[in-house]
């Protein structure tokens, strides 16, 4: 009976031994399953394609729970409203040469829509991507720096000879200097101002400008008049002045019942005569920096 009590006690301990190690081997299986998630995700992006297309694939690191992970692949939806005013600053060239200048402005001002509406799009369906941010500027450049210089120098700059050229390539400089600018101070500025005249606000000034007089001759002064326009809102691009980014505005939230009359009241005013009406609002947020940047300096005086 001696002998036969630790053979009794090795047998009884070789159970739970066994049932210890397979908890722990249950256990590194478990954590080997969660850090190889992030791995198996990105390896089922990188699958190779059904058909074998003459394009390379877009891969992005991405952040998901504080991981970088690789991604394949772009998201269509907020690109396709970057391509849709891609597409309208280029519709606004092509009716500007050949001579369908109302088209042309109304074009720029549909593409200002479309670049509104991407990035919103992007923020509430989280889809935002470093391939969408540069899409945008792309598009920016093309809408709101390239076609509104064409669209004025076609309507009205060509009369100015050398001049008018050298006014429309300040613009278009003005823009890219601006949304370079803009692209390297993301972060690092107050979200609720721009730093110089916004490239969208800027086009509007000129296609505005272009839809209230797109049925009149431009020959002498009012060509003077657009060259001047045109050279100042380039110069507004790349300045130090202040714009309000309206980004503080709560557009989600509960707001008074008689905001809404008032919206039904503006839209009945520009209804009256939208060119007009459309420049002149234009202008007055154009305008508006250079009133804020000479009231800090008459306070500075002060």
Known sequence: MKDQTPKDDEQSARPHDQQDKGLRDESVRGEGASVDSASDDAARDESILPIDLPIDEHFEEVNENGKKVRRRGIYLLPNLFTTAALFSGFYAIMAAMQGNFEFSALAILAAMIFDGLDGRVARMTNTTSEFGVQYDSLSDMVSFGVAPALVVYSWALVDLGKFGVGVAFVYVAGA??????????????????????ASPAAAAVIAGMVWAGFDVDMAGRPSIVAGIVTALMGLLMVSNVKYSSFKELDFRGRVPFFMILLVVLAFGVVAIDPPRILLGLFGLYAASGLAMWVWSLRKKGS
């Open 176 to 197: 890219a200097l601006r949304l370079a600018r803009f692209n390297t101070q993301v972060g690092e500025v107050d979200k609720r101002y721009f730093i110089g005249l």
